[in-house]
Nanobody, 119 residues
């Protein structure tokens, strides 16, 4: 499985961004998700979506971020609204076969895309 994330950039606080992640390889049935890592902090799980569309969110982004996927296009999206300066981080697309393993130690990682939220 190969993952490539797109869509990062600079946005003002309160603004929005949409990240995309294109997956290739044998992705059928995989859980997809997003992590982020801010400077000086550990990587943080944000959200997951199963093949059938069930979604899970960390408290830090619940109500502001929305994950979705298009299985026909092998693409997962992260719509980020009401962005805050503390959302500044490198965002990584991830994939794993189970939701539990994705949250703990996803096997497949994309290259990361920088999101910067100015105050």
């Amino acid at each position: 499985v190969q993952l490539q994330a797109f869509g990062g950039g600079l946005v003002q606080a309160g603004g929005c961004l949409r990240l995309s992640c294109a997956a290739s390889g044998r992705t059928a049935g995989y859980v997809m998700g997003w992590f982020r890592q801010a400077p000086g902090k550990e990587r943080e799980w944000l959200t997951s979506i199963t093949w059938s569309g069930s979604t899970y969110y960390a408290d830090s982004v619940k109500g502001r971020f929305t994950i979705s996927r298009d299985n026909d296009k092998n693409t997962v999206y992260l719509q980020m609204n009401s962005l805050k300066p503390e959302d500044t981080a490198v965002y990584y697309c991830v994939a794993e076969f189970t939701a539990r393993d994705l949250r703990l130690a996803p096997r497949y990682w994309g290259q990361g895309t920088q999101v910067t939220v100015s105050s």
